[in-house]
């Protein structure tokens, strides 16, 4: 392994970095600095992929039966249908594959390193272990080191551990490839690269997907069904034909006509119009999908597993609380922007001191982008979010240094945990302010103030901590002359500012939308336990006071002796995890895991996430969601799903996609299995009413291409059921025929069949052309239920299917009056009152599909009533 050979060589740092030589050599030896990438995946694999599909091998099938009987305009259709199927799904996962490439260009392509004495700019790929990497602020981290030079160094590390706030980092500690430097400068020696880096032992666990999704298994399971019930009834169809005397040709030929007319073959079509059409609108959305059935996989998700920071939260600190000894407020306003207000009964005036305080004694800097209109933070964004909040009290940075300039500066550091600076005033008089952790400025000798105000700031400091804030506590005095350091000692305390990674503003409502849809929201993050709590209650997911788990307990830490750990509630009785909706301090195992118990408890899970830390657990879950603009290039190459513009309201829509799709798959198996059913009823009743062969088998196929090819098709476009998101979704294990779907096919088929079979008997009888007839009103039948099947019927919704029906309905009189085709069919012409007759019996097919519909309406078993948040 590369990281164990570079572990056991001695490498000595030297201040002119490795020769160009030694770098070369080394990067020959254990390859480039990337994440172990799947190769390109080849057109002819793509293609084997989608012709695998069960839905492709029943159309093979289908086809293949239509060759059979000679019939090769019929199987010529099939096989259109496959190769139309089969390209859209290819072109599909190529445009995704592209679209993921362009965002891997967010990731930093260059690192600095010294060689040969001098600093250069490199490729960050050419990075090899033993180089002397030089880091500043905003740099993203190429590789493992080990910091050698440290000079106030802040990393975030969000992205690979799930901390909101940035680490302190000092000579001798390691830093990760991936992470940020914020703040300050340093210089590291890489001790790992590539695959042995931490984010590629991470990369390394998403070896396994997550096998078939919910729509392909139900479908198998339809597909075996259909086939066996199909065969049987065929078989019984051709033995009774036999049994009268039929020729043995002619009933092999209309058994085998029967199979495809039963086979739904436009099935697949369906499925893949409506997954194209959703993943067409959710790229107007800003969501790419990379797998077309990850569409359908929302549409039966029962968890949604997400990430805290830069998922439910923006990923920027803002103060969100002002507190000094006379007055407390709450903050408004999100971002590092300076539009906000105060929120309570105090004057802002009770807050200048505190604020101005806190943006003198301050490193970072906020910058605006007149592109896109939004304010960046360059340094500490704990220290730019006291910057945000003094400019919503109309306190300039600039101003305020140009007022009082900075003399000297006391860094901050993990010891001391404050940072100190010196300022000049008026008269050679100097102020010192420090801001740093309650537990070390609120106490003598730093503070000179009342020991009772010290308390009640430490008690207001210990609730704001554990309500999930980071509680800086700000202090100055003022000295007579100039000093030749900030003292620490003998200050008065100011007040305390508390500061949160705030809830991004669409995620309260997204995820109140999940749990009205029956989806119970679930949050997994590497965070404090506290931080936690604090996003959680706020966005619903956790009733006040509930239980949260920290997994550190699932690894086996003890609360008595980690005052940090929290105790896990009960596990369940097969050992699992305890099924709770927030676990903290997770690490990426332990996200796996968590997400493989909620699965193997038969849960559809989705996960979100944009960290190296969340890819893991992306791959696992039933459908990955990454964030594209903030997210890492593990957790993007891991997601079936990528939303460019980070909104948690797209998940949303692309649940309501899902079911959209699963709701017209349903549609097309309630109106092509009642058709089949139909054809296959009526060739078994009509004997008994004298009807020796009620329809040929060129007439059986002509009908089964005509209702089963564009409407059936078209079928699968229908707008989404304005009430889709207020049911629960389906138990996963549910099968697609089920809650009230065969009892629909059953009803709607003893219609279409007493229409037929009826029309026929009196065309009988009265010496008409009852074949004919039949055949017609099989058809208009058919296409009346397509009609009686939409979304929203009277309204121009889905003008493709009113297209086709009408098409066909043309074709089917085609069938009785052209020529050629009537030679074909074996149909004879229709007088008008005949025709009229049967066109008229014909519109009971949409009434009985509008009856049923209104009658039986759309019932889906709940796995679960709509979700509550969690006690």
Known sequence: MRGER???????????????????????????????AKPPTPLWRRVAGQLRDPLIIVLLAAAALTAATGDWTDMAVILLV???NTSVGVAQEVRADRAITALSALTAPAARVVRDGTQQEIPAAEVVTGDLLVLAEGDIVPADARLREAAALLVDESALTGESVPVDKASGDEVAAGTVVVRGRGRAEVSATGSASAAGRIAALMVTGSGLTPLQRRLVG???????????????????????????????????????????????????????????????RHALVRRLHAVETLGSVTVLATDKTGTLTEGRMVVRRLWTPTAQAALTGTGYGPEGRLDGDSAPEAFTGLLTAAALCNDARLLHDDEDEEWRALGDPTEAALLAAAAKLG?????????????????????????????????????????????????????????ALLNRAAEHAELLARQGYRVLAVAEADLPSVPEEAPEEGLKLLGLVAI??????????ALAACRRAGIRPVLITGDHPGTA???????????????????????????????????????????????????????????????????????????????????????????GVAMGGRGTEVARQAADLVLANDNLDTVVAAVE???????????????????????????????????????????ILWVNLLTHGLPGVALGGEPADPAAMSRPPCPPDQSILRAGLWQRVVRIAVVLTAVTLGVAIWALHTGRPWQSMAFFALGASQLGVALGSRARPGSLANPALLAAVTGALLLQ???????????????????????????????????????????????????????????
């Open 82 to 84: 496959i190769v139309v």
């Open 657 to 699: 996609e899902g079911r959209r799709v699963y709701a017209n798959i349903r549609r097309f198996l309630v109106y092509g299995l009642s058709g089949g059913a139909t054809e296959i009823a009526v060739m078994l009743l009509g004997p008994l009413f004298g009807l020796a062969l009620p329809l040929l088998p060129a007439q």
């Open 533 to 623: 709590r604090a996003i959680a209650t706020e966005l619903g997911i956790l009733m006040p006071g509930g239980t949260i788990v920290d997994c550190r307990t699932l690894a086996g830490a003890d609360p008595q002796t980690d005052p940090a750990a929290v105790p896990p509630a009960p596990a369940t009785s097969a050992g699992q995890p305890p099924d709770a909706a927030v676990y903290a301090r997770a690490t990426p195992e332990q996200k796996l895991d968590l997400i493989e118990s909620m699965r193997a408890g038969g849960e559809v899970v989705a996960m979100t996430g944009d960290g190296v830390n969340d890819g893991p657990a992306l791959r696992r879950a039933d459908i």
């Open 6 to 36: 570079e572990m056991s060589e001695p490498m000595v740092l030297s201040r002119s970095g490795l020769s160009s030589a030694e770098a070369a050599e080394r990067l020959e030896r254990d390859g480039p600095n990337l994440l172990p």
């Open 813 to 871: 009189l085609a069938g009785l009056y052209v020529p050629l085709l009537r030679d074909l069919l074996g149909t004879e012409p229709l007088a008008l009152g005949d025709l009229a007759v049967v066109s008229g019996l014909s519109v009971l097919g949409y009434a009985a599909a509008r009856l049923d519909r209104i009658l039986h309406r759309e019932r889906t078993p709940l796995s679960r009533p709509p979700v509550a948040p969690e006690n």
């Open 500 to 509: 949160l990674d705030p809830p991004r503003e669409a995620a309260s409502g």
């Open 222 to 284: 339809v597909g075996r069904l259909l086939a066996g019930v199909t065969v049987f009834l065929c078989v019984v169809v051709g033995a009774l034909g036999l049994m009268r005397g039929q020729p043995v040709e002619l009933m092999v030929v209309t058994a085998i006509s029967l199979v495809v007319a039963a086979v739904p073959e436009s099935l697949p079509a369906v499925v893949t119009l409506s997954l194209a059409l959703g993943a067409r609108r959710m790229a107007a």
């Open 395 to 451: 306190l300039n940075r600039h101003d305020l240094h140009r007022r009082w300039p900075r003399l000297a500066e006391r860094p901050f550091d993990s010891a001391r945990k404050r940072m100190s600076t010196l300022h000049r005033l008026p008269g050679g008089r100097a102020r010192v302010i420090c801001k740093g952790a309650p537990e070390v400025l609120l106490r003598a000798p730093v503070l000179a103030d009342d020991p």
